[in-house]
């Protein structure tokens, strides 16, 4: 079931925000399933919208790709049976960030340049984030276990 969760704010080295409290902040958990995924995107773009970043904007088209691929990962990747996966989204003064959180702690996404194989059907996902993203990264989760993806898009 899809339902809207409280997130502590956690403090992880090198991933501040840039505003202690932000201005918006949504946080709700999805299924762990190609439903879930296309649920979260959606309502990040909504939520996006509502904030002032309109549909076809840099700003919502960019963080709701970048909400996609991370939420694709954490269904492919860090799927648990019977656990869902959380995203957050912050809007902050001078950034906006997205979180999705999963509970596979030992896949961990490794942060490199390398490009996937050229035939191959996946692995480009962190390098679309790490192209858009004014920064990215992995967190471990705090109170569970899991860890949380991150990235930042600064505004201009």
Do not use: C, Q
């Not at 704010?9 to 879930?36: D, K, N, Q, Y």
Request: charged share 20%; net charge positive.
């Amino acid at each position: 079931m899809n339902n809207r969760i409280s997130t502590p704010r956690v403090h992880t080295p090198g991933a501040e925000g840039e505003s202690p409290s932000p201005l918006h902040e949504f946080a709700m958990a999805f299924t762990s399933s190609p439903r879930g995924a296309r649920l979260a995107r959606r309502l990040v773009s909504h939520r996006l919208d509502s904030w002032g970043h309109p549909y076809g904007g840099r700003v919502n088209e960019t963080l709701t790709l970048i909400a996609a691929e991370l939420a694709a990962n954490a269904i492919r990747h860090g799927h648990v049976a019977g656990r869902d996966f959380h995203v957050r989204l912050t809007h902050g003064t001078a950034a906006v960030r997205v979180e999705v959180s999963d509970t596979r702690t030992e896949r961990v996404p490794v942060l490199t340049d390398a490009e996937a194989p050229g035939d191959a059907e996946s692995g480009r996902g962190l390098l679309i984030v790490a192209g858009l993203a004014t920064r990215w990264g992995v967190t471990p989760r705090d109170g569970a276990p899991g860890k949380t993806v991150w990235a930042e898009l600064r505004l201009a």
